[in-house]
């Protein structure tokens, strides 16, 4: 997923085989052997997962596509957040040993 935000949908090898051909242009290998789909948004809720996909139409227009897939073929959700600062104020490194 290369550092940016959103998840990686990974499929049992039996759910990969009953969905067949439609699923493939969706996957993705990485550098492990097991393909996945990548989208932006996920609702696990209901029967279906439902996955928000960007993408390109052949003419390069930006797309959002959304992929439902029974539930039961779904082996495991990876959220990639960006590491970002967080609180309050400014966060600025500090050296060590130097008081804040």
Known sequence: MKGS???????????????????RPYLQ????????????EIDTAGAFVEMTIAGRTPDGREASLELLVPSGMVRMIVS????????FRPHTPSLPGAKA
Request: aromatic share 12%; hydrophobic share 35%; charged share 15%.
């Open 80 to 87: 990639s957040q960006q590491s970002g600062d967080f609180g």
């Open 29 to 40: 290998s990485g550098d492990g052997p097991d393909p996945h789909v990548v989208c932006s």
């Open 5 to 23: 935000n959103g998840y990686a949908v990974f499929f049992f090898p039996q759910a990969l085989e009953a969905l067949g051909d439609p699923i």
